[in-house]
Each structure stands twice: as C-alpha cells, then as structure tokens.
C-alpha cells in the first residue's frame, strides 16, 4: 500500500511546526491582567536542574542501600540509566512491577517493566486477573493520599525518576541472579535511601540550571506592579542558597511573603499548623504571627491563616509549581486559585510531535483506525484477512510512535490513543502549562490564553470520517 504518497494529501502543508517549547498551554481560559498576584514553588519550578542531578542522586542513593541497608555489592554494577524511566508511571509495589497507566485506570500493553525487561501482556494480563484494568483503590488516591499507603504508586515528583530507575536496577539485580527477596522492602528501602540523600545533594548549586531566565521572570513581574510570594516545603538555608545563586543575595527583595517548610499538600487543607517567623539566624520565634511581613521568613502555616492576613482570593492568583497533586490540586479543586503547570517533558515531547516521522505516523494510523471502523462489517474470508493484516499494522505503527518518545513507556501524555493518568490529571488540575518559567518572558502580562476547543466526541464527525473518502478508498483494495 503506497502509505506516504496516500499521506502526502492528508498532512495539512507547515502543520509540524506549529508547536514549539516556549508556548505557554491552557486548558482554560486565563486573562493575565486579572492576575496581580503570582505565587511559586521552589523545587522545579523556580529552581530548575540538570539532568546530572539524576545520576547523582541514583548513584548517592545506591550506595546508601548498599552500605546503609546492607544490600548486596553487585547493585554497584547498574549505573544510571537515563530517559529509562518518566514521569506520571505507576508501580506495583508488591509485585516489582514498573508501568504506564491511561487515564481510565488501564495499562498500557507493552509498557510493564520488571526490573529492566519488559513483562509480555500475557503474563500482565494474568498478573491482574484476566483484564488490564487497575482498581482506583490500590492506586495513590484520586489526588495522591490514600490511607495505609497505596499498593500502586504513582511516581510525580521529576526526582523520582532515579528513584524508579533504581528500583529497576535492584529489581533486575534479585531476578538475573535468582536471589529471594521482598519487593515490598526493596520499595521502601528506595524510597528511604532516595529521600535521605536527595536533599543533602541538592543544596549543591552547581546543579542549577536556568537561573538568569528565573530572574528574569521575577523582575518582569515586580517591575509591572505584580505581588509575588514563595510557598515552597525546602528549608530556608537551602532556598536562601539556591536563589542567592540564581538571582542574588537580595533575592528576597522580589517577594512579598516567603513561606519555608510549608507541608504541602497540607497547607492547603488543615487549618492545624499556625505561622511561625524565622529569625535572620534561621531560629524559630515564639511569637503569635498577625501578619505576613515582606522581609521576614515565616514557617509551616496554612493556607486559610494565608488567606485571611493577605486577602489574596480567587483567579487575581496564579500559582505555579510542578507537582500536580501537592502543589495543584488542592488550589483547583477548594480554593479557586488559577494554577500553571510546569512541566520540563514538555521540551522534548514537543520536538518529537513536530518531527515528520510522527505525524506520517500519526496520520497513517488515524486513517487505518478509521479503514478499520469501516471493513469490520464486512465478513467475507478476504476482508476478514485484510481486518488482520491492518490490524497488526495498526499495532506496529503504535509501538513506532510510542518509541519515538521513549522505548520502554512512550509519551508521558498518551497512551496508545487515550490521555495517560498524568495526562488527566494535568488537565483537571492546572489552567496553564508550560515547560519552565521562563516561558512567560513570551507573554505581555495583559495576554488572554484561550484554550482550543476540541471536539468531543459527539459534537463532530470523527476525524477520520472526514478523510476525503473516496480517493483513499479508491486506493485501497478491499
Ligand atoms: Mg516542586
């Protein structure tokens, strides 16, 4: 079948580079000159790093297994393997097992990893009795929290990719040497060694990536009259450090409150913990808080004491941050605050999506998809053959475009047709999105962003209903 001169009528001419890193998403309609207020987290979204950051904390963190939980040596082989793993993936906890989860709570086929090798869907299927589907029960929770911990959990933050990476590793280490062990041990001696030692290696400004464009977003914001504040859950020794770096010693200048060891996602839903000031010393003040001073450093607090000293309500706030449940969620869903997402993926997955290879891909797999819908009715042996043959053509074309992203679990938006769990959850979480801060440089802070109507599915024909039907069928022999 002649696939790309039938495609060469079907891609609309340019069509691949409308999308670039700096665009600025929504998936609802914000009016900037509303906003007098923008918010911010620390980690990730006004503190960006490397990706040498990911080996350092894989490599740190295995070694405190090793020599701290007394794993076996020969986990020293595996080093860091990047772009193994992505963000939003699913782990089950009890059976070792690493995959990408759609938005309606399925697996994706292809993309269950035990250890550092892919699991056949037969076995995955008789993992899970018979069906794909993962129960929301024993995942983390609709926004992250479950009680008595998850047996599926969902890996948000960016630094838990060397976290999955290593549970890949120590994974693969038990399996190819035979050797009995507790996958349910193995996860929490991870998620310990991860997390001690996480921290310690990014108070390490060489790390810092992107601090002239943080700058620049701040100054832009204050220098047009903008009130901006920091709730981020790091301590203030590693933020004074990481901002010094990146934008100065004055950096507390640029805000009006600066909110340290926040606890999010519980300073947005307990009203427990009250504000404390922090000294120039970094000590803690005995004081009652009846303000949020500009200047001072305050500790802990909530978001309703927040509200009440600042007054600062509904959309004229814009909060960023990257993590969707503990910086997003709660704002979207109680507090009707505007959020923006940011999301670094979104760098290379939009170099991918522009790329003629996906969207021959893409195209040709939309067309086939609809061949399909058509000849299914058709029960003849030859047409039935031909059901087959597209059908594993249609499953090719799948595993292509998911490679084009990466190998093991494709996009961290989609699943073979469907949004992922992440992909879902960024859209009913975050008004805006975009790959990093600096995106805004792009943006008049007097800019509308409208987000595109897209069809649902009752509303327009299919789209490959609309393929100029007769030409292309006329093509294909039935
Ligand atoms: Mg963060």
Redesign the pocket.
């Known amino acids: 079948m002649g696939v790309s001169h039938l495609l060469s009528d079907v891609i609309p001419p340019g069509a691949c580079n409308l999308l670039n890193s700096s665009t600025i998403y929504a998936n609802n309609e914000v009016n900037l000159a509303e906003v007098d207020i923008y918010g911010f987290?620390?980690?990730?979204?006004l503190a960006l790093y490397s990706n040498a950051l990911n080996t350092m904390i894989y490599n740190t963190a295995r070694g405190f297994l090793i020599e701290h939980f007394k794993y076996p040596e020969g986990i020293c082989k595996y080093d860091y393997i990047p772009n193994f793993a992505a963000r939003g993936l699913h782990y089950d906890i009890q059976k070792g097992l690493l995959m990408k989860i759609d938005a309606f709570h399925y697996i994706q086929p292809g993309t269950v990893y035990r250890g550092l090798n892919p699991v056949p869907d037969e076995e995955v299927l008789q993992l899970y009795g018979g069906t794909y589907h993962v129960p929301l029960q024993q995942d983390s929770g609709f926004y992250g929290k479950v009680k008595g911990g998850p047996k599926v959990k969902q890996f948000m933050?960016i630094f838990s990719i060397p976290e999955m990476t290593l549970l890949a590793a120590a994974n693969d280490f038990f399996i190819t040497n035979d050797i009995e062990y507790d996958p349910v041990h193995l996860f929490k001696d991870v998620s310990v060694s991860v997390a001690s030692e996480s921290h310690g290696i990014k108070y390490d400004t060489i790390f810092l990536c992107c601090g002239e464009e943080t700058d620049a977003v701040l100054h832009r914001l204050v220098s047009q009259g903008k009130k901006l504040f920091l709730i981020?859950n790091s301590p203030f020794s590693f933020v004074d450090k990481g901002m010094t770096h990146m934008v100065g010693k004055n950096w507390r200048d640029f805000f009006d409150v600066v909110i340290v060891q926040a606890d999010k996602p519980h300073f947005f839903t307990d009203c427990i913990k009250p504000f404390r000031r922090l000294d120039g010393n970094g000590d803690l003040r005995w004081e009652r808080i009846q303000s949020l001073e500009k200047g001072q450093i305050y500790k802990q607090g909530n978001l309703f004491d927040f509200l009440r000293l600042t007054g600062w309500r509904g959309s004229k706030v814009l909060y960023f941050?990257?993590?969707l449940y503990s910086?997003l969620a709660d704002l979207m869903l109680r507090h009707g605050w505007r959020t923006a997402a940011i999301v670094p993926e979104l760098e290379q997955e939009t170099k991918v999506v522009c790329t003629d290879r996906y969207a021959l891909n893409l195209t040709w797999l939309q067309a086939l998809t609809g061949l399909m819908e058509r000849l299914q009715t058709h029960r003849d042996p030859e047409s039935k053959q031909v059901f087959q043959e597209w059908q594993s053509e249609r499953e090719e074309l799948r595993v292509m475009t998911k490679n084009l992203f990466n190998p093991q679990f494709g996009s961290i938006f989609r699943t073979c047709h469907n949004p992922t769990y992440f992909s879902r959850r960024l859209c009913r979480f975050s008004d805006l999105y975009m790959t990093s801060l600096s995106c805004l440089l792009n943006y008049d802070l007097s800019y509308t962003f409208y987000p595109r109507r897209t069809p649902l599915q009752h509303e327009a024909p299919l789209w490959m209903d609309q393929m100029p039907e007769a030409g292309l069928c006329s093509r294909v022999s039935f």
Do not use: Q, R, V
């Open positions: 987290d620390y980690d990730y979204t933050d981020t941050g990257d993590h910086d």
